[in-house]
């Protein structure tokens, strides 16, 4: 979630901007939105000082595709950052 300052007050939901992925090394993967390997638009906002908090949602590797479609679904996230509704990966 992308955000022009700090959250203060618990509500995440004030977010300007939003990045859903998937991954089985959430950690590495993370890792490349942040030093500019990942998605472009999250390193740029990262790069120009927005703040940027990480959600992590556990699950089981069978279940990454469908919890991914899910949360851009609900985040609404095509309007975002992401360019696809999720699921790319054949697991």
């Not at 703040?51 to 699950?59: D, F, G, M, Q």
């Amino acid at each position: 979630m992308i955000f022009d300052d700090f959250v203060n007050d618990n509500n995440f939901m004030d977010y300007e901007n939003i990045y859903v992925g998937q991954s089985v090394n959430v950690c590495k993967r993370v890792h490349t939105h942040f030093n500019g390997k990942g998605n472009g638009d999250v390193y740029a906002d990262i790069k120009y000082g927005k703040k940027v908090y990480v959600r992590i949602v556990p699950c089981g590797k069978e279940r990454l595709n469908i919890v991914e479609k899910e949360l851009i679904r609900a985040f609404n996230a095509t309007n975002s950052y992401n360019n696809t509704q999720g699921g790319g990966k054949k697991r």
